[in-house]
């Protein structure tokens, strides 16, 4: 089966950086990806880590180390409006097993 | 954005009734996908499917059943709707060359 770890909830003020770690374990793994949701919204596509590394895409760079099984999701420069849920997700055979997700607080 | 529409956006039914939600997508993907989401959850695949007539089971696909028989639509059927299955369904479809999925607004279902 499939499991992904990553913390409830983190808080942080404007204009820092913050990290959000995700754990997984899964068969047929062939990617990590990142989602983020606002409140009473629909989860929207940030970024898609297929091989070892660091991709960058504005504010938000996310990492992934396959032997490690292990991930993150890096944002820089947080706004207010950065606060949301934020999910990793594994794909594996054809789907995508997302985590229990973390609720960043940007604070001012 | 992807044009991807869920119908309807929100339902109130009776425990016991049956339920079909809908997804509607204009974008000829292949692969399309219905997930609800519950506090602490996350969000739990339910049923997937990877062509006309294709479909598979998810983690949670118990008292569900889906249906494709056109590429732009995935119905969603729950048998008999029990409180349990209160919750905010999500469809979703899936850019296999960016390994890309777009949601749809979801559906707010209420089984009272």
């Known amino acids: 089966g499939q499991s992904l770890e990553q913390p409830s909830e983190v808080t942080a003020v404007e204009g820092a950086i913050v990290q959000i770690n995700c754990t997984y374990q899964t068969s047929g793994f062939y990617g990590l990806s990142w989602y983020q949701q606002h409140d009473g919204g629909a989860p929207t596509f940030l970024s898609y880590n297929a091989l070892d590394g660091l991709e960058e895409t504005g504010r938000f760079s996310s990492f992934l180390s396959r032997s490690d099984s292990y991930g993150y999701l890096l944002l820089q420069e947080l706004q207010m409006k950065d606060s949301a849920s934020y999910f990793c997700a594994v794909g594996a055979t054809n789907k995508l097993i997302f985590g229990t997700g973390t609720l960043l607080a940007v604070q001012p | 954005d992807a044009g991807i529409t869920q119908s309807p956006r929100h339902k109130v039914t009776e425990t016991g009734t049956p339920v079909t939600l809908r997804c509607h997508q204009t974008e000829n993907h292949r692969y399309m996908y219905w997930y609800r989401q519950d506090p602490g959850h996350g969000l739990r695949l339910i049923h997937y499917s990877y062509g006309v007539k294709d479909t598979d089971k998810g983690e949670v696909s118990d008292g569900y059943s889906v249906s494709r028989s056109k590429t732009e639509d995935f119905l969603l059927t729950l048998e008999s709707a029990t409180s349990s299955q209160t919750s905010v369904y999500f469809c979703?479809?899936?850019?296999?060359?960016?390994?890309?999925?777009?949601f749809g607004s979801g559906t707010r279902l209420t089984v009272v």
């Open positions: 979703a479809i899936r850019d296999t060359s960016k390994d890309r999925y777009t």
